[in-house]
């Protein structure tokens, strides 16, 4: 398996309408399989699990998706068809960080961040962005301590910290930060603006096992200092929502 952690996107009962629109959306788009609980999708490189959940969860942006596009033309084709029915986070600009970006939220509430870059400077076209906010906040870097000590092959590509002229951020919080899990890339930062959203189920982290001994040993290890939730489903020391599953 490519990917051994994979995000799922909790859906009210369309997971395959959210299928059908990302296909539309993003070029690079490969519907893999689907039931009636769970379409299996992969966007720009990155699978996804699309769940029919019910109404008891609604994505917001403390986790979102960052995908670098090296083709200006390729990024404004996805950014005009995320437009209609989402919600502009920041819109579509230069910025010091990226000649061309823009973060928006698609109709179904999930959160992309669109940049025009090299992907050789990432590593992997689609990332996981992780932002903490709230209570969460200053936690960034001990988040990623804690996940690059349990997972095999990680690393810390590197770490940008807040300076003293940034408040009201926090002098050496994070302002953004990219590490490995699994070889898998992820991105991190955290923000002390008044956000009114946290962590919760409708976005999580899926670790796939290919025996108990590895379901027993990322279960124990991602419970330290959070909670059991379902089967299956649990919150880590931070409110990130992971599933640990067996595979065949």
Not at 34 to 39: D, E, K, N, Q, R
Request: net charge negative.
């Amino acid at each position: 398996m490519k990917h051994v952690i994979q995000p799922c996107l909790w859906f009210d009962n369309h997971a395959n309408e959210a299928a059908d629109y990302y296909s539309h959306v993003f070029q690079q788009c490969t519907v893999l399989s689907a039931s009636p609980m769970t379409v299996q999708i992969e966007i720009e490189g990155l699978p996804f699990t699309l769940l029919n959940g019910g109404p008891h969860f609604t994505p917001n942006p403390s986790i979102s998706f960052f995908i670098t596009y090296e083709s200006e033309a390729e990024l404004d084709a996805v950014w005009n068809k995320l437009l209609p029915g989402g919600e502009l986070l920041m819109p579509l600009a230069e910025y010091e960080w990226s000649k061309k970006y823009g973060w928006i939220q698609d109709r179904y509430g999930i959160s992309w961040h669109l940049s025009l870059g090299r992907i050789s400077d990432t590593g992997q076209k689609t990332v996981p962005f992780l932002l903490f906010v709230n209570e969460q906040y200053g936690l960034a870097e001990k988040a990623v301590d804690h996940y690059t000590a349990i997972f095999d092959d990680s690393f810390i590509d590197g770490i940008l910290r807040y300076s003293e002229e940034e408040r009201p951020e926090r002098a050496g919080s994070v302002k953004h930060g990219q590490f490995g899990l699994k070889n898998e890339k992820f991105m991190i930062m955290e923000s002390s603006d008044d956000h009114r959203f946290s962590m919760n189920e409708a976005i999580s982290l899926i670790v796939y096992c290919k025996t108990q001994k590895e379901v027993d040993y990322y279960w124990e290890q991602l419970t330290r200092g959070g909670r059991e939730v379902q089967c299956g489903w649990l919150k880590d020391a931070f409110g990130v929502s992971w599933q640990v599953c067996r595979c065949n």
